[in-house]
């Protein structure tokens, strides 16, 4: 343990002696910027250090008081970025008044603290994210065991199974338990047999393990809760697979979550009243925006859905279908229409990838979504948003909420013209689609925030552009 605690503090100090380093240089060169551009008067040697060093201790001893610092911080990206920014917004105030106050004959001008601000929240965020991502400088990689080695924690084994999966975790093994189901358990991962009772703190203490995963079949009567409260005061994480998976995926697995689970979580409800409050607002300017940029495509994509299908088989250039929308509140979707005029003669039938029901003109629109623009209509009346699940219909919504656990808690939000399943999942052709859908969709549900909504954006951007449309 004493070993443990040693790699998580200098773990620390790295980071922290990085951070440094790199902060200092950004307001070195954000002065050399600024009067280099005429933007600002040059300044003596020690003026600028004592600026400098003033801000770079404030940022560090702001990044410590919000936990950026904490060895054993279990965070998302997300959550890491929205730490930078209160950080650095802490900092800025900080200089602002102490400087003023006390060092007023040593402050710089009105635009170096901005800048400094600024270009450091860029280089902390995009350091943090090779440091959070790619393990950099030791850091990132916590040394796990799994609790487990049936049915329920095959599915580490089946959905992590590449290096890339496994970045923040280095897996030391699973460890079997009595109840699991082992002929539908774990296949190729290192097995670790340990005596509950008499050796898994000394296994636990010994290998480093700086988090446990409880994800054994049967629970009750089988947990060695006696030894894993003692982790616990020894500073070990204890982490449920749910947990674990929904950090480490970006999914929450459905079909393994159980009332206590929800009962217990977050819930899949919004709690950030500001982004709530301004959603139609947001939703409705960026569309416009949008709009005024794109219309000649959509001129386009009218004319040329008009002479490939529309003029010989007299189909109308729009499509207009009933979807669910917030609340199960249903609405008419407006598109471009990709598909022959007859392409539900039969009724209603899901889409798939490369569909054969497409028009030549239909399969380039698809591919890179124009067959979705007109659906700024929506948005611009408040059916849709830009981010969010995709809406369904209803005849498959009736038949995928009796088969489906929890597809309903989709509807808690609006339904959007990109989503975080979008990005992760191809077209869903079936209920067993649908279902792997829902665990993208009800991790944006529980997780949404204006970060991943700017993620998801700029991502939908880069398969939009190169043609990865799913």
């Not at 409260?229 to 070990?236: D, N, Q, W």
């Not at 480490?248 to 977050?266: A, D, H, K, R």
């Not at 659906?375 to 995709?390: C, D, T």
Request: proline share 3%; with cysteine.
């Amino acid at each position: 343990m004493a070993q443990n605690t040693r790699r998580q503090r200098k773990r620390s100090n790295v980071l922290v002696f990085t951070e440094a380093c790199l902060i200092a240089y950004v307001g070195y060169i954000s002065h050399f910027v600024l009067s280099s551009l005429g933007l600002s008067p040059t300044v003596s040697a020690e003026k600028l250090i004592v600026n400098v060093g003033l801000f770079t201790v404030s940022v560090l001893v702001c990044s410590l008081s919000v936990g950026l610092y904490e060895a054993k911080l279990r965070e998302t990206f997300r959550g890491i970025i929205r730490r930078i920014f209160v950080s650095l917004g802490l900092s800025y105030f900080v200089v602002e008044l102490g400087s003023r106050a006390f060092f007023d004959e040593l402050v710089m001008d009105s635009y170096f603290l901005p800048v400094v601000v600024g270009f450091n929240i860029i280089v902390i965020v995009v350091f943090r994210y090779f440091t959070h991502r790619l393990g950099l400088l030791g850091l990132g990689k916590v040394r796990t065991v799994v609790i487990g080695a049936g049915e329920r924690a095959s599915i580490i084994e089946k959905r992590m199974r590449r290096d890339v999966d496994r970045i923040g975790f280095e897996l030391m093994g699973f460890i079997p338990l009595p109840g699991d189901n082992r002929e539908d358990g774990i296949k190729k991962e290192r097995i670790v047999h340990v005596n509950m009772a008499n050796n898994f703190l000394q296994f636990i203490l010994d290998n480093d393990i700086e988090e446990i995963i409880i994800a054994c079949d049967q629970r009750r009567g089988t947990l060695p809760v006696e030894v894993l409260f003692e982790c616990r005061l020894r500073g070990i994480e204890v982490t449920e697979l749910l947990d674990f998976m929904e950090r480490e995926t970006g999914q929450i697995v459905v079909n393994l979550m159980y009332p206590s689970w929800v009962i217990y979580s977050n819930g899949f409800q919004s709690q950030n009243y500001l982004r709530d409050a301004l959603d139609y607002s947001l939703n409705a300017f960026l569309a416009f925006v949008i709009f005024l940029f794109v219309w000649p495509i959509m001129l386009v994509a009218a004319v040329c859905i008009f002479l490939d299908d529309g003029r010989k088989g007299g189909g109308s250039i729009f499509y207009k279908q009933e979807r669910v929308g917030l609340n199960g509140k249903l609405f008419n979707i407006i598109k471009f229409r990709s598909m022959r005029s007859d392409a539900e003669a039969t009724g209603a039938k899901w889409a798939v990838a490369n569909d054969s029901r497409t028009t030549r003109i239909g399969n380039f629109m698809r591919k890179y979504r124009v067959d979705e623009l007109p659906q700024l209509w929506n948005v611009i009346k408040g059916e849709m948003a830009f981010i969010g699940p995709r809406p369904e219909r209803p005849q498959f919504v009736e038949q995928l909420v009796r088969e489906v656990p929890y597809y309903n808690q989709r509807h808690n939000v609006k339904p959007g013209l990109a989503g975080w399943a979008q990005l992760n999942y191809p077209y869903g052709a079936s209920v067993e689609d649908s279902m792997e859908k829902l665990k993208f969709d009800l991790y944006y549900v529980k997780h949404q925030s204006l970060l991943l909504d700017i993620l998801i954006l700029v991502r939908t951007v880069e398969v939009v552009l190169f043609g990865k449309g799913r």
